[in-house]
C-alpha cells in the first residue's frame, strides 16, 4: 500500500508539474510582444493616413508575432530612447533600423542582422562634393557636415572627421534642410534615406552613394532573453527562406532597389 501511495503521489505531482509548464507556456504565447520602433522613418517606421503604425519594420514585427504565435503591440519611442526603454523592461524588443554595434553590443543582445546596407552623403550641388569624393575629402577645414544624433552617422563622424564642423540634429528632416539651404555641406546617413531625400530635393542635392561603411541591421533585445534570441534568429531564417524579406523590399522599396542595381550598389536583406 506505502509502494502504491508513492507511485500516485509521483504521479500526481508529474501531472501538475506539467499543467504548470502548459499554463506557463499559454500564457507566454498570448502575452503581447511589445516592439519599440520611432515611427518617423518611413518607408520603414511611419504612421499611415489611418493613423496607425505602418512600414518595414511594423510588417517584420508583426511576422515575427505570428511566428511566435503573440499579439504585437508598437510603442513609438524616440530613437535615442529605446534601448533605455528596452533595459527597463517597457519593451521587448527594438526593431527600428538599428545598426548591430560593437558600442551597443556592450549594453544590449542583438539578432542574426536582417539587412545590410552602407553610410552614405546626401551632398549639396554647391558642396563641391562629387561622385568621386574619398571619405578624407569630407575632413577639411571649412565643411560643415550634418549628422543625427544617436547614429552610426555620429559615431563615424566622431572617429572621422576632425576638421571639418559636425553638426549634430535630432531629426533627419532638420539634416537635409541644413544641406537643402547650403548651411551644410553634406548629410550622413543611410544609402536607402541619402536616397529618398535627393528624390525630394533633385535641384539641390546629390546623392554619394558608395559607402564609407558597410553595416547591419538586426533585432535589439535584452541580454538575458536567450531563448527569445532563439525564436527571433530561427524566425529571420525561416522568413528569409520563404522570400519574406525579398517580398517587404518590393512592396516599400521597389524604387531604390531598381536604382541601386543600375548604379551597381549592393542592397539586400
Not at 13 to 28: G, I, M, N
Not at 68 to 74: E, F, S
Not at 87 to 98: A, V
Amino acid at each position: 500500500m506505502r509502494r502504491l501511495a508513492l507511485v500516485t503521489l509521483a504521479l500526481l505531482l508529474t501531472a501538475v508539474s506539467c499543467k504548470r509548464k502548459e499554463t506557463t507556456e499559454t500564457a507566454t504565447a498570448f502575452k503581447p510582444l511589445v516592439v519599440g520602433m520611432e515611427l518617423a522613418y518611413p518607408p520603414f517606421e511611419t504612421i499611415n493616413s489611418q493613423g496607425a503604425p505602418a512600414g518595414v519594420s511594423v510588417d517584420l514585427a508583426g511576422a515575427l508575432g505570428e511566428y511566435l504565435h503573440r499579439p504585437v503591440r508598437i510603442e513609438n519611442i524616440p530613437f535615442t530612447g529605446l534601448i533605455p526603454s528596452l533595459l527597463t523592461g517597457k519593451i521587448d524588443l527594438i526593431i527600428s533600423s538599428m545598426t548591430d554595434t560593437p558600442g551597443r553590443e556592450k549594453t544590449i543582445a542583438f539578432s542574426d542582422p536582417y539587412l545590410s546596407i552602407g553610410l552614405a552623403v546626401l551632398a549639396g550641388t554647391k558642396s563641391g562634393l562629387t561622385g568621386t569624393m574619398k571619405p578624407g575629402d569630407l575632413d577639411q577645414p571649412g565643411r560643415t557636415l550634418a549628422v543625427r544624433q544617436g547614429t552610426t552617422a555620429q559615431a563615424w563622424a566622431a572617429d572621422h572627421l576632425k576638421e571639418a564642423k559636425v553638426l549634430v540634429l535630432d531629426k533627419e528632416s532638420s539634416a537635409v534642410m541644413e544641406v537643402v539651404q547650403g548651411k551644410a555641406d553634406g548629410f550622413l546617413y543611410d544609402q536607402m534615406s541619402v536616397w529618398k531625400n535627393h528624390q525630394e530635393h533633385p535641384a539641390e542635392t546629390i546623392t554619394l552613394l558608395q559607402p564609407l561603411q558597410r553595416e547591419s541591421w538586426a533585432i535589439g533585445m535584452r541580454p538575458d532573453e536567450k531563448e527569445l534570441r532563439e525564436q527571433v534568429n530561427a524566425f529571420i531564417k525561416v522568413f528569409r527562406a520563404s522570400g519574406g524579406f525579398e517580398r517587404l523590399g518590393d512592396r516599400y522599396l521597389k524604387d531604390q532597389k531598381e536604382a541601386f542595381a543600375k548604379a551597381s550598389i549592393p542592397f539586400y536583406f
